[in-house]
């Protein structure tokens, strides 16, 4: 853990650039790598809870979706971002799940659209990395990740892990007293690829997994409210897994590939 921290320590000193406040008008280009720790040491580092109660928001919105303006995917990421991106990909310590660049119109922070990420090794319809995250603008920059991790092997853990939300089939508004009353069997909720289990807490055997189907062995998670600068490499920590994101002005030589559709 500690050889970990002074790698970040070093780069981060050597990539920073000069401090900034956001720029007038909210049009950024936003560099973003998730990846995963492969220290062994690392696995055992903490226990995990394992009544997580994880879901998508409404407003989701995604990196390759239906044609818009507000979000774009670009080819070319910012020359610090890069740099550090590299020395992550040359690290036998760690393993890339997810590496993004694009520009986003930003929004205040009771505005901004989540923005759907998923990475790593899929087992059936979930990947290992999934959830979202959203990049807001006020007198500050803001990165709000809401990212878990998953484990897949032979033992089934009481979990939950929802679908990812898709034009195809959007999510159902949700009723508001759901948000207030506690539903203990929802927090134990099991989801498999193609079916959903539910495991009752008083239940002494587990249910019975679909033909096909990963356990779910663990669950981490990473919730996060990070103010930021612009031009500035910004690294959020978890033993499991981590985040590097960068926020700039759009590099000149950056082509849109794709555009980002809305909900």
């Known amino acids: ?72 995917l670009v080819d070319t990421s910012h020359p610090q971002f890069a740099k550090a991106l590299r020395s992550l990909q040359l690290s036998s310590r760690y393993r890339i799940l997810s590496q993004q660049s694009w520009i986003q119109d930003l929004q205040p922070r009771n505005s901004a659209p989540a923005i759907l990420i998923q990475g790593g090794e899929r087992y059936g319809e979930h990947y290992e990395l999934e959830g979202y995250i959203r990049i807001a603008l006020e007198r500050y920059l803001y990165a709000e990740p809401q990212l878990w991790l998953s484990r897949f092997g032979y033992q089934q853990g009481k979990y939950y892990l929802p679908r990812r939300p898709s034009r195809q089939q959007p999510l159902e508004p949700e009723p508001e007293a759901l948000e207030q009353t506690p539903a203990p069997q929802q927090e134990a909720l099991v989801e498999f690829p193609g079916t959903e289990l539910t495991v009752e807490d008083d239940t002494p055997d587990a249910p019975v997994m679909p033909i096909g189907a990963e356990p779910v062995e663990r669950i981490v998670v990473m919730s996060e409210e990070r103010r930021m600068r612009s031009d500035e490499l910004h690294y959020i920590d978890h033993p499991l897994f981590g985040l590097l994101i960068m926020i700039s002005e759009p590099q000149p030589s950056t082509v849109a590939e794709d555009t980002a559709g809305q909900q």
């Open 1 to 72: 853990m500690h050889h970990r921290h002074r790698f970040f320590a070093f780069l981060l000193v050597a990539l920073l650039g000069s401090s900034a406040l956001a720029q007038p008008g909210g049009r950024y280009q936003i560099d973003l790598v998730v990846y995963a720790n492969t220290d062994p040491a690392a696995q055992q580092a903490e226990v995990w809870p394992d009544n997580l109660h994880l879901r998508y928001p409404h407003d989701w919105v995604t990196l390759d979706g239906a044609p818009g303006e507000s979000l774009s």
